[in-house]
């Protein structure tokens, strides 16, 4: 799956993960696989020496032995530093190892290649051409625990296929944010202006490459001056929650609802990832002229049809489950009429839908003890999964 779409980014902590547990699991000393400075008694970096008695030959040795006890220590600390590599496993991950140590020492070298340093947007085409990434790219993933259902797709997708479905309509919200359907609805999408066919307007415009980018750039938090455009973290929040206005209600009609979910899971399972936990609430699909096609008890069953046809046909991918949303910005009476919702969802599908989650920015939204007394009664078949920590309030 290539979704650089929304800040989703689950490469960039993935690549530190994996990063750290082959640090933890060294089984042959570094220097083998790339000593790019002096190495002091099987260290791959020189030492400072900080005491004034250490010179004489005895006194540094034991130092470089302590320190390299301390550090063997510090590394059995980290993820998988207990695990013991087979010779297969060895092999690997040395591979690994000089694939990292060569991009790190080239980094140093090269600060402004340094993805590490550097912003995202401009990090990310240095990652796509990282020995390192497309490593992990081929490794198996497990599962895929924190995932919003609506930007899991990657864009080009989106732009390639689901803007060229015929029938998509576009109108703009008094904030200037631009809405995708395949419905006409003013009162629900905000719409301050007319709807115009999408289809139509690509025709009319001199470049349909130029219509694609600025369709694009609606679908995606990227920015050549990111510094500059999101200044502090509530511009980056309202420009999010913009992206789920532009395309969550295309997802609910019901050929794209199909086409849609398909591709999601083609997309993690070309990321060898077997097992998602999606984060989402179901709503009745639409069809033509948008009429109602199915309630939201159907397309949650669709969506379950769908998952089952796609293991079929996709072997070692266990599928997917649901974690019930509702947004944390939302009052008394909204939240709990969708707890309510979750609470019917999970007692017809206990298997499916597991569990329930608060979404948005917590700095502008409501903390969870403003709903305790909603939340309290959580079927014991079910859980929370709450987002937390995502605010700077407490640094």
């Known amino acids: 799956m290539r979704t650089w779409t929304l800040a989703v980014l689950f490469y960039v902590p993935l690549l530190l993960h994996i990063s750290l547990l082959c640090d933890a699991r060294v089984a042959t000393p570094p220097q083998e696989i790339v000593a790019p400075q002096p190495e002091v008694s099987g260290i791959l970096y020189e030492k400072p020496l900080p005491a004034d008695r250490l010179y004489d030959e005895p006194n540094i040795l034991k130092y470089a032995q302590q320190r390299e006890k301390m550090i063997e220590a510090e590394q059995l600390l980290l993820t998988g530093g207990h695990l013991q590599l087979d010779e297969n496993e060895l092999q690997v991950h040395q591979i690994f190892m000089r694939h990292k140590l060569m991009e790190l020492t080239y980094g140093m070298k090269h600060p402004h290649e340094h993805a590490p340093a550097l912003h995202f947007f401009k990090a990310k085409p240095l990652i ?233 920015q917590e700095d502008q939204g409501k903390s969870l003890q403003a709903f305790v007394s909603i939340l309290q009664d959580l079927p014991k078949s079910a859980k929370y999964f709450f987002h937390a920590g995502e605010t700077s309030k407490h640094s």
């Not at 910005?329 to 569990?355: L, N």
């Open 128 to 360: 796509e051409q990282s020995n390192v990434f497309k490593f992990i790219q081929a490794m198996p993933k497990g599962a895929i625990l924190h995932v919003h259902r609506t930007p899991a797709v990657s864009g080009d997708w989106m732009i390639k296929n689901m803007t060229y479905t015929p029938g998509l309509l576009k109108c703009h919200t008094a904030r200037g944010t631009v809405v995708l359907s395949f419905r006409e609805n003013a009162q629900k999408h905000g719409c301050r202006s007319k709807y115009y066919v999408v289809e139509e307007e690509r025709k009319l415009t001199l470049s349909k490459n130029r219509y694609d980018r600025f369709l694009q750039s609606k679908l995606s938090l990227y920015s050549r001056l990111p510094e500059l455009e999101f200044s502090e973290q509530n511009k980056v929040w309202r420009r999010f929650e913009d992206i789920f206005d532009t395309v969550s209600d295309t997802v609910g009609y019901e050929p794209v609802f199909r086409t849609f979910h398909w591709q999601l899971m083609e997309e993690m399972y070309e990321d060898n990832i077997m097992y998602a936990e999606l984060r989402m609430k179901f709503k009745p699909l639409y069809g033509a002229n948008g009429t109602i096609v199915a309630n939201e008890y159907e397309a949650a069953e669709l969506l379950m049809a769908l998952v089952e046809e796609f293991k079929q046909t996709h072997l070692g991918f266990y599928g997917l489950k649901v974690i019930y949303v509702a947004h944390r910005g939302s009052d008394q009476i909204q939240i709990f009429k969708a707890f309510q919702a979750f609470k019917d969802f999970h007692e017809r599908y206990p298997d499916f839908i597991i569990g329930f989650d608060l979404i948005g």
